[in-house]
């Protein structure tokens, strides 16, 4: 599994996040203390919005710990939004390509978690995929795949929903192949001007998300708390699809549509009713 920090606010130095704090994310990549593995060291990335549309980007494949290129940068680099990762591979080589976030347009993502049985079902995914956004593929990750399966259920205009109808592309994909359709599902992506995240998993084993106000009067989404002392930290629920803006935050529960996942899985329960949770 995989560590990741998001912040939007007013602009601070990277460092502040990635490399600073006691349990910075580079800290996390060799000691995450609430994944599966404590060592994150197959490569990092970071990206960060500036005044451009499109997102900065810099990933490499050396563990975060031992370049001093990407604390050079922190220490420069000043955002208001930006997503920080360092990567344990779940699956996918240990390459510049397969390493978060992954950039289309202006929307950035990154990704910890996995899809089960994924070789198996990544050509029927990559078919769901217009001759523009599998051009747009570069790595071997279900992480990446998914993200262009976002792009392309609408992501633009709708990023709840197309996150939804991801998943259940993926579910559908699975009932194919006649596969268990496991996900487990927490990113952190963003426009620009908003920052969302997800925490969503198909058993009881969705990796952990949480939040908390920045001293900027900011907001961090991240994996695991980078400061403990700091007592304002929130675990998000999981099945939960949440959107932070300059003037807030809202958690909402996060269900594939009940009439959809019949047509798949008709044995399926009732889902939970949409309201909105602030934190």
């Given at each position: 599994?995989?560590?990741?920090?998001?912040?939007?606010?007013?602009?601070?130095?990277?460092?502040?996040?990635?490399t600073?704090?006691?349990?910075?994310?580079?800290?996390?990549?060799?000691?995450?203390?609430?994944?599966?593995?404590?060592?994150?060291?197959?490569?990092?990335?970071?990206?960060w919005?500036?005044?451009?549309?499109?997102?900065?980007?810099?990933?490499?494949?050396?563990?975060?710990?031992s370049?001093?290129?990407?604390?050079?940068?922190?220490?420069?680099?000043?955002?208001?939004?930006?997503?920080?990762?360092?990567?344990?591979?779940?699956?996918?080589?240990t390459?510049?390509?397969?390493?978060?976030?992954?950039?289309?347009?202006?929307?950035?993502?990154?990704?910890?978690?996995?899809i089960?049985?994924?070789?198996?079902?990544?050509?029927?995914l990559e078919?769901?995929l217009?001759?523009?956004?599998?051009?747009?593929?570069?790595?071997?990750?279900?992480?990446?795949?998914?993200?262009?399966?976002?792009?392309?259920?609408?992501l633009?205009?709708?990023?709840?929903g197309?996150t939804?109808?991801?998943?259940?592309?993926?579910?559908?994909?699975?009932?194919?192949?006649?596969?268990?359709?496991?996900?487990?599902?927490?990113?952190?992506?963003?426009?620009?001007?908003?920052?969302?995240?997800?925490?969503?998993?198909?058993?009881?084993?969705?990796?952990t998300?949480?939040?908390?106000?920045?001293r900027?009067?900011?907001?961090?989404?991240?994996?695991?708390?980078?400061?403990?002392?700091?007592?304002?930290?929130?675990?998000?629920?999981?099945?939960?699809?949440?959107?932070?803006?300059?003037d807030?935050?809202?958690?909402?529960?996060?269900?594939v549509?009940?009439?959809?996942?019949?047509?798949?899985f008709?044995?399926?329960?009732?889902?939970?009713?949409?309201?909105?949770r602030?934190?």
């Open positions: 599994m995989c560590r990741w920090a998001a912040y939007l606010g007013e602009e601070v130095f990277l460092e502040e996040i990635v600073a704090p006691c349990h910075s994310l580079i800290a996390q990549s060799h000691s995450a203390q609430e994944a599966k593995t404590a060592t994150n060291g197959d490569g990092f990335g970071l990206a919005y500036g005044e451009r549309p499109e997102p900065g980007l810099y990933r490499d494949i050396l563990p975060a710990w370049d001093p290129n990407l604390k050079s940068l922190c220490r420069q680099i000043r955002s208001g939004l930006f997503l920080a990762h360092v990567r344990a591979a779940t699956g996918g080589a390459s510049r390509a397969n390493c978060h976030p992954f950039v289309h347009g202006r929307w950035s993502f990154m990704h910890n978690g996995q089960g049985g994924f070789e198996r079902l990544r050509r029927s078919t769901r217009s001759d523009e956004a599998y051009g747009a593929l570069e790595g071997s990750t279900d992480s990446e795949l998914f993200f262009l399966l976002m792009v392309e259920e609408g633009d205009h709708d990023p709840l197309a939804r109808r991801a998943v259940l592309a993926v579910r559908e994909a699975a009932a194919r192949a006649g596969i268990d359709p496991m996900i487990r599902l927490t990113a952190a992506f963003s426009d620009g001007r908003r920052l969302y995240a997800v925490r969503f998993a198909t058993d009881a084993h969705a990796p998300l949480y939040t908390a106000p920045f900027t009067g900011g907001r961090c989404l991240v994996s695991e708390p980078f400061d403990r002392a700091c007592a304002d930290w929130q675990a998000i629920p999981s099945d939960s699809f949440v959107e932070a803006a300059p807030g935050i809202s958690v909402t529960p996060f269900t549509e009940p009439a959809a996942l019949a047509l798949v008709p044995r399926a329960g009732a889902l939970l009713p949409q309201r909105r602030s934190v």
